[in-house]
């Protein structure tokens, strides 16, 4: 789990526990069947009291992002992927518009973060794109790709030293949470690597222009992906080809 450490301080209702938790799982922080923490823990971590924390979580259980069970092994857990995958597909059906806002948010960030993280970036920002990299080399699953993915666009927006930045791919991330089954996932790794390279490499070597356009070329691919993700059956799990692309 990355959990991003945001802190819900003065939040008296459910609901902003609610969003924020829902955007954890869909932007890949919390994996498919991954473990809660324990919710005195949790709420703790937030900032919140238990019974906001349980609000929330009885919301999300409501959705299908959640499964609680009880017993000794018993606790909150993340939705599996299948699961996950139809809530997407249902999202990409009913408010299509939420993608494609995602889209531009996402495409403005992108466009100058490449550049500004090239001056601004540590050490520590050029480890955490190669670790990026490497959990994209290895995935095998949908909530490996997530995971990947968000590590790498976090670290590339935290590199930057915008908080700004940080808040708003998180909520550009959430509105492109689409159904990734397990077939497409070779494509998607073979299709992104040399991008997340060439971005890597670029902000290593402090060269704006080249890690703006690997940006660029980052956002042209998820862009792709995620018309085409609006088109996947949920049951087959094909993806067809999208008439159109942006980038």
């Known amino acids: 789990m990355y959990w991003t450490g945001v802190r819900i301080q003065g939040a008296p209702f459910h609901g902003i526990a609610y969003d924020f938790i829902k955007r954890q799982v869909q932007i890949g922080a919390m994996r498919p069947s991954e473990q809660f923490p324990a919710e005195r823990k949790l709420a703790e971590t937030l900032g919140i009291s238990r019974a906001t924390l349980r609000e929330a979580l009885k919301r999300l259980e409501a959705e299908g992002y959640v499964v609680s069970s009880r017993g000794a092994k018993g606790g909150n857990f993340v ?15 009913t408010r299509p518009d939420i993608a494609w806002r995602s889209l531009e948010y996402l495409d403005a960030i992108l466009d100058h973060a490449g550049a500004l993280s090239c001056d601004r970036r540590t050490p520590t920002d050029i480890a955490a794109l190669w670790h990026a990299i490497e959990k994209l080399e290895g995935a095998t699953t949908a909530g490996d790709l997530r995971e990947a993915q ?82 996947v059956d949920p049951q087959r799990g094909s993806v067809k080809e999208p008439k159109t692309a942006l980038g």
């Open 79 to 93: 939705a599996d992927e299948d699961a996950l995958n139809a809530l997407a597909y249902k999202s990409f059906m």
């Open 150 to 231: 968000y590590l790498l666009v976090s670290t590339l927006v935290h590199s930057a030293r915008n908080p700004f930045f940080v808040e708003g791919v998180e909520k550009a991330l959430a509105g492109l949470s689409s159904p990734v089954h397990a077939d497409t996932v070779a494509g998607r790794v073979a299709q992104r690597l040399p991008v997340w390279r060439n971005l890597a490499q670029a902000i290593a070597d402090r060269k704006p222009e080249a890690a703006a356009e690997a940006a660029r070329t980052l956002f042209a691919v998820l862009s792709h992906e995620t018309l085409g993700d609006m088109t």
